[in-house]
């Protein structure tokens, strides 16, 4: 089992940049596909990005395809989202995720596969 926490979320104005981090307990992190999800008010959850373990094998939604970046620090047990030229359309609270996988260059990004959240974090873009 895994416990994850978000933190880096903010209030932050258009065009600013906000740096997620997901702490991870457990001895396999480095075993586990790791996304990035947010919802915002009366939207459905929707996968942001996500990760294989191997950290060479990326996933982006295309509204922020060039501006947003994961990557993962297995050392450190840490999954990060770098989030650049925010806009108010990503304000939503972000969850992290986690799933394990036997296979390194695998990334998902339906909600209901994976089996441990973190508690969300708010990120509010003001315009």
């Known amino acids: 089992q895994v416990q994850l926490v978000e933190s880096g979320g903010g209030l932050v104005q258009a065009g600013g940049s906000l740096r997620l981090s997901c702490a991870a307990s457990?001895?396999?992190?480095?075993?586990?596909?790791m996304g990035w999800f947010r919802q915002a008010p009366g939207k459905e959850r929707e996968c942001v990005a996500a990760?294989?373990?191997?950290?060479?094998?990326?996933y982006y939604t295309d509204s922020v395809k060039g501006r947003f970046t994961i990557s993962r620090d297995n050392a450190r047990n840490t999954v990060y989202l770098q989030m650049n030229s925010l806009k108010p359309e990503d304000t939503a609270v972000y969850y992290c995720?986690?799933?394990?996988?036997?296979?390194?260059?695998?990334?998902?990004?339906?909600?209901?596969?994976?089996?441990?959240w973190g508690q969300g974090t708010q990120v509010t873009v003001s315009s």
């Open positions: 995720a986690a799933v394990y996988t036997m296979i390194g260059s695998l990334w998902y990004e339906n909600a209901g596969t994976y089996p441990y």
């Open positions: 457990g001895r396999t992190f480095s075993r586990y596909a």
């Open positions: 990760i294989g373990w191997s950290g060479s094998n990326t």
